[in-house]
């Protein structure tokens, strides 16, 4: 977290959704960064730590799936898919993949700050509940 404030990699090729969701998380109180490529998200995640993603499924460099993959191998913040392809099989695909939640577009902005906010409020909990099994068991 950057100064108390959880940060947030938003990664959509579609500057004004992407923008958009991150004024809404930064009202919110959230720091957010904004990655329109995979490239520019993998570069991100190599000097900083968020915690938490929001990703399109497609991307013009690769996609969301081969994304999350890779946020898995070095992360367990929360990854939230945010795309306009709902079908079951995208879905399913998506949370096998590593992700936490799916949300399709067109999203309520209500339903989208809500289940960002639970997933950052799961991942402290599970956070604060490693430090002190960790440091009871010293």
């Given at each position: ?20 969701n ?17 490239a ?10 968020p ?31 945010m795309?306009?392809?709902s079908k ?34 799961r991942a ?12 009871k068991?010293?």
């Amino acid at each position: 977290m950057q100064e108390g404030k959880p940060l947030i990699l938003i990664v959509d090729d579609d500057r004004g959704m992407a923008q958009f969701n991150s004024h809404l998380l930064e009202r919110r109180g959230n720091s957010t960064f904004v990655a329109h490529t995979s490239a520019q998200a993998h570069s991100f995640v190599l000097e900083n730590k968020p915690d938490m993603y929001v990703i399109d499924f497609e991307l013009p460099d690769g996609d969301g799936i081969s994304l999350c993959h890779y946020l898995r191998q070095i992360s367990d913040a929360p990854i939230l898919f945010m795309t306009g392809r709902s079908k079951t099989t995208d879905i399913v695909l998506g949370l096998r993949a590593g992700g936490d939640y799916f949300l399709a577009k067109p999203y309520k902005k209500k339903e989208f700050i809500a289940v960002v906010t639970s997933l950052l409020r799961r991942a402290e909990l599970t956070r604060k509940k490693t430090v002190s099994h960790l440091s009871k068991s010293q």
